[in-house]
């Protein structure tokens, strides 16, 4: 998740599950749906984990957990900071930015080669955050997958016959391609029948610059053969994707979060990685933007956004609420703000950030109608005697 902006399982041991023959043949193409009908024992379909996790009464304040940090001794330190804060929800890996499940599945799995033992007993780990009353978010990675793309280069980018990586040696694979989606989806499903409450989506998009080699690198275009132009196409294939998500994950009873970058809210789409906000707001119960101060080039009139995290944070939440407002089917609104000092930027680029800062981010959402969100440190090191609902 932590981009800089250019511009930026197993059946848990308690589960219990009716299964239906849910119609799975959609067909997208170009943001409309080809008709279909779903068979009626498909309604009847109900999943239940065998756990209870209600909504946060007063909204979702979670934090990032890594699988390491998940299935490690840090756990405790992290769920000390909810039971003694305000903060009551994580959002865990389940598949992360390399493309690896972090705990191992079934040995039948045809996801075992692909998983890290970073989450020794999931199921422990549901029971536990049951226990405590945290709300359980799944974050699933999806077209950043360096792992799936080695492993099937067909389903990725190739430049001179080889997968495509970029300057960080990661490696994409295709949004355009429906069995990429299936794959993805199939990981969503085993965290939701693991018990988690809802499925993050991250890497909803291409790599950043895709506008640039698009006519240069080697992939298909699946049935995205017509279009207007190369743009249109992506933005379809992305916004397609999310709403087959949302049908697929249904009979779930999960709710649907998608990570997008704050500045696609400003834009009538950011055409090279194919994220249009409106459009994916569109299909999914919450959409959280990636809003980090310092991951800003000047904007808003403000020069050096890091230095100004109540400033920038409001001037965005202002924004972003005229957009929503213009949505049938308004999502909630969970950003990820920062709890991070982004020392990359050089001396009297950037500032410390604590207490203070990580409070004045909220309280701006907060100004502008926005109670829940989401913090973000890639370490899991967050501040201490912050005060969650100032």
């Given at each position: 998740?932590?981009?800089?902006?250019?511009?930026?399982?197993?059946?848990?041991?308690?589960?219990?599950?009716?299964?239906?023959?849910?119609?799975?043949?959609?067909?997208?193409?170009?943001?409309?749906?080809?008709?279909?009908?779903?068979?009626?024992?498909?309604?009847?379909?109900?999943?239940?984990?065998?756990?209870?996790?209600?909504?946060?009464?007063?909204?979702?304040?979670?934090?990032?957990?890594?699988?390491?940090?998940?299935?490690?001794?840090?756990?405790?330190?992290?769920?000390?900071?909810?039971?003694?804060?305000?903060l009551?929800?994580?959002?865990?890996?389940?598949?992360?930015?390399?493309?690896?499940l972090?705990?191992?599945?079934?040995?039948?799995?045809?996801?075992?080669?692909?998983?890290?033992?970073?989450?020794?007993?999931?199921?422990?780990?549901?029971?536990?955050?049951?226990?405590?009353?945290?709300?359980?978010?799944?974050?699933?990675?999806?077209?950043?997958?360096?792992?799936?793309?080695?492993?099937?280069?067909?389903?990725s980018?190739?430049?001179?016959?080889?997968?495509?990586?970029?300057?960080?040696?990661?490696?994409?694979?295709?949004?355009?391609?429906?069995?990429?989606?299936?794959?993805?989806?199939?990981?969503?499903?085993?965290?939701?029948?693991?018990?988690?409450?809802?499925?993050?989506?991250?890497?909803?998009?291409?790599?950043?610059?895709?506008?640039?080699?698009?006519?240069?690198?080697?992939?298909?275009?699946?049935?995205?053969?017509?279009?207007?132009?190369?743009?249109?196409?992506?933005?379809?294939a992305?916004?397609?994707?999310?709403?087959?998500?949302k049908?697929?994950?249904?009979?779930?009873?999960?709710?649907v979060s998608v990570?997008?970058?704050?500045?696609?809210?400003?834009?009538?789409?950011?055409?090279?990685?194919?994220?249009?906000?409106?459009?994916?707001?569109s299909?999914?119960?919450?959409?959280?933007?990636?809003?980090?101060?310092?991951?800003?080039?000047?904007?808003?009139?403000?020069?050096?956004?890091?230095?100004?995290?109540?400033?920038?944070?409001?001037?965005?939440?202002?924004?972003?609420?005229?957009?929503?407002?213009?949505?049938?089917?308004?999502?909630?609104?969970?950003?990820?703000?920062?709890?991070?000092?982004?020392?990359?930027?050089?001396?009297?680029?950037?500032?410390?950030?604590?207490?203070?800062?990580?409070?004045?981010?909220?309280?701006?959402?907060?100004?502008?109608?926005?109670?829940e969100?989401?913090?973000?440190?890639?370490?899991?090191?967050?501040?201490?005697?912050?005060?969650?609902?100032?």
């Amino acid at each position: 998740m932590l981009c800089i902006l250019g511009l930026v399982g197993p059946f848990s041991a308690q589960a219990e599950q009716t299964e239906s023959n849910v119609a799975r043949e959609h067909q997208f193409k170009f943001g409309k749906k080809t008709p279909f009908s779903i068979p009626d024992e498909a309604t009847r379909f109900a999943f239940q984990s065998g756990y209870t996790f209600d909504y946060p009464e007063d909204g979702v304040r979670g934090i990032y957990v890594t699988g390491n940090t998940a299935g490690g001794q840090r756990f405790q330190t992290l769920l000390d900071l909810i039971n003694s804060s305000e903060l009551n929800s994580m959002v865990i890996d389940i598949k992360d930015d390399h493309g690896y499940l972090t705990y191992l599945p079934e040995e039948s799995s045809q996801f075992k080669d692909v998983s890290k033992n970073y989450i020794t007993d999931p199921n422990q780990l549901m029971k536990t955050l049951e226990e405590n009353q945290v709300y359980p978010i799944a974050r699933i990675v999806v077209f950043k997958d360096s792992v799936l793309a080695n492993k099937r280069p067909e389903l990725s980018f190739k430049e001179n016959g080889d997968v495509w990586k970029n300057n960080r040696g990661e490696a994409f694979v295709n949004p355009f391609l429906k069995e990429v989606w299936d794959y993805n989806i199939q990981i969503a499903e085993k965290a939701a029948k693991l018990g988690f409450k809802e499925i993050q989506f991250d890497y909803v998009r291409f790599p950043e610059g895709f506008e640039r080699r698009d006519e240069m690198l080697e992939y298909e275009v699946g049935t995205y053969k017509d279009g207007e132009n190369n743009v249109e196409r992506r933005v379809a294939a992305v916004s397609d994707f999310v709403a087959y998500a949302k049908e697929q994950l249904a009979p779930y009873g999960v709710d649907v979060s998608v990570d997008i970058f704050g500045y696609a809210a400003t834009i009538e789409e950011a055409p090279g990685i194919g994220q249009n906000f409106a459009k994916i707001s569109s299909h999914v119960d919450v959409i959280s933007s990636m809003i980090y101060p310092s991951h800003w080039t000047p904007y808003f009139g403000i020069d050096k956004p890091d230095l100004y995290p109540y400033e920038l944070t409001k001037a965005y939440a202002e924004v972003e609420n005229k957009v929503l407002n213009n949505i049938e089917n308004r999502p909630t609104s969970r950003p990820w703000i920062q709890d991070f000092t982004a020392t990359w930027l050089g001396t009297g680029n950037y500032k410390q950030y604590g207490k203070k800062e990580v409070e004045a981010q909220i309280k701006a959402l907060q100004e502008e109608g926005i109670n829940e969100f989401l913090l973000w440190n890639a370490s899991n090191q967050y501040t201490e005697g912050v005060n969650y609902k100032p």
